[in-house]
C-alpha cells in the first residue's frame, strides 16, 4: 500500500523559511517523479516544483523560482521542500505526488498547510 505523508507546514512571517517534508512507503520515490503542488482557498491545484526520477533534473513553477528548493534523499525514502522568502500569496495546502510508468495517475499525498502571514 503506498502512502505519501507530509509534514512540516504551519504558520510562517512574511520572509521566513519552512522545510516540506514527504515521507513515502510503499514505492521508491528515486523510481518516480516526485513533485509538490499547492492548492489556495477558491484556487486550482498547482504545480510548484518537481524532480524526475533519473536524471534528478527539476522544474519550478515562475513564481518560486530561486526562493523554493526540491530535492530528494533516497536513504530516507524521503522528498522535500526548502521553501524560504515566503510571501502571503504562497499560502496554501502543499501536497505531494508521485508518477511513475506504473502509475500513471499518480499517488496523492493528505497535503500540509502552509500559511504565511504577519
Known amino acids: 500500500q503506498v502512502q505519501l505523508v507530509e509534514s512540516g507546514g504551519g504558520l510562517v512571517q512574511p520572509g521566513g523559511s519552512l522545510r516540506l517534508s514527504c515521507a513515502a512507503s510503499?514505492?521508491?520515490?528515486?523510481?518516480?517523479?516526485m513533485s509538490w503542488y499547492r492548492q489556495a482557498p477558491g484556487k486550482e491545484r498547482e504545480l510548484v516544483a518537481s524532480?524526475?526520477?533519473?536524471?534528478?533534473?527539476?522544474y519550478y513553477t515562475n513564481s518560486v523560482k530561486g526562493r523554493f528548493t526540491i530535492a530528494r534523499d533516497n536513504a530516507k525514502n524521503t522528498v522535500f521542500l526548502q521553501m524560504n522568502g515566503l510571501k502571503p500569496e504562497d499560502t496554501a495546502v502543499y501536497y505531494c505526488?508521485?508518477?511513475?510508468?506504473?502509475?500513471?495517475?499518480?499517488?496523492w499525498g493528505q497535503g500540509t498547510q502552509v500559511t504565511v502571514s504577519s
Open positions: 524532480i524526475t526520477s533519473t536524471t534528478g533534473m527539476t
Open positions: 510503499g514505492l521508491t520515490v528515486g523510481a518516480y517523479t
Open positions: 505526488k508521485a508518477v511513475g510508468i506504473t502509475a500513471p495517475r499518480g499517488y
